[in-house]
């Protein structure tokens, strides 16, 4: 397998800087992120989701430029983490755009949200007619669209993304396995999961969660957790993954904050490769 890092987990470190960390922590493969910060969030302080200073523009400059950069510090880029919503085909041929000039075989594009108005019924049925728009798209341009499992969307499990995705050509959408997410919602065994996928498991995605007992009892509550102290039981992921014969991208968003940004990359590739070794 080879080990990444979508760059949505380094908000204070700028595209140069991050793939000079990459390469010195011995990662394979970047996966950017690639959406456009608002000028309202710019001043903030560095954040996951909003003023994140490692994410790329849809545009073709920063396109050459992130293929630069990987280039220069010997990184793949095995998928981008775009940020494209149900429905809009225009930013999905953009994203295409970038996918091409960058060399990425992939794209993440969205599902419906399960608090958007309207039945289940209504919500798949945007999202199945999305998806074969995309598909479309994908057959002339040969790049991939991948939907993540997610918690809050209507593919949170594998069963749930491929009732999704069966419909179409698995060299053309796949599904992005999420362990982090499935903390949250979607849990189901990860071979009995990766087997569902079957020809659809196109891309993994790595992170960890734990749950908090409130002071007074209740519902507990999850939070982001570093790789090696949560819920995930990762020796039984990697166990799944190698039974089903993925040999593909393992790429790492770790939200913890349990050490800094530099620190955490080195921390969570010295854990993977170490559990890889042993399941």
């Given at each position: 397998?080879?080990?990444g890092?979508?760059t ?10 991050a793939?000079?960390e ?6 394979d493969?970047?996966?950017?992120r690639?959406t456009t ?5 710019r ?12 994410t ?8 050459e ?9 010997g ?7 775009t940020y494209?919503?149900?429905g809009?085909l225009?930013a ?20 419906a949200?399960?608090?958007?108005p ?14 074969a728009?995309?598909e479309?798209r994908m ?22 993304a491929?009732?999704?995705?069966e419909r179409?050509?698995p060299?053309?959408?796949g599904?992005?396995h ?5 903390v949250?919602e979607?849990h189901e ?5 990766l ?13 960890n969660a734990?749950?908090?007992r409130p ?6 509550r999850p ?16 166990a ?10 393992v790429?790492v968003?770790?939200?913890?904050q ?11 590739l ?10």
């Amino acid at each position: 397998m080879n080990f990444g890092v979508f760059t949505v987990m380094l908000p204070d470190l700028t595209p140069e800087e991050a793939v000079a960390e990459l390469a010195a922590a011995g990662y394979d493969g970047v996966e950017w992120r690639v959406t456009t910060v608002p000028d309202a969030v710019r001043d903030q302080a560095p954040s996951f989701w909003r003023n994140n200073l490692c994410t790329l523009s849809p545009t073709l400059a920063d396109a050459e430029r992130g293929l630069s950069l990987a280039a220069q510090a010997g990184l793949h880029i095995p998928n981008l983490g775009t940020y494209i919503d149900v429905g809009d085909l225009a930013a999905v041929e953009i994203a295409m755009r970038f996918a091409v000039t960058v060399g990425a075989p992939s794209i993440r594009v969205g599902v419906a949200h399960t608090n958007a108005p309207g039945s289940f019924a209504a919500l798949f049925g945007q999202t199945v007619d999305f998806l074969a728009g995309v598909e479309e798209r994908m057959r002339i341009s040969g790049v991939k669209a991948l939907i993540e499992m997610h918690h809050g969307t209507i593919a949170a499990s594998a069963s749930a993304a491929l009732r999704l995705v069966e419909r179409f050509d698995p060299a053309l959408i796949g599904v992005i396995h999420d362990c982090g997410n499935m903390v949250y919602e979607g849990h189901e065994d990860f071979r009995r999961g990766l087997e569902t996928l079957g020809p659809y498991l196109g891309h993994v995605h790595v992170k960890n969660a734990a749950f908090d007992r409130p002071a007074a009892g209740g519902v507990w509550r999850p939070r982001w957790a570093p790789l090696r102290d949560g819920v995930v039981d990762f020796p039984a992921l990697f166990a799944a993954l190698r039974a089903v014969g993925y040999d593909g991208w393992v790429v790492v968003e770790d939200f913890s904050q349990a050490y800094p940004s530099r620190e955490a990359l080195r921390q969570n590739l010295a854990f993977l490769r170490q559990v890889a070794q042993q399941s």
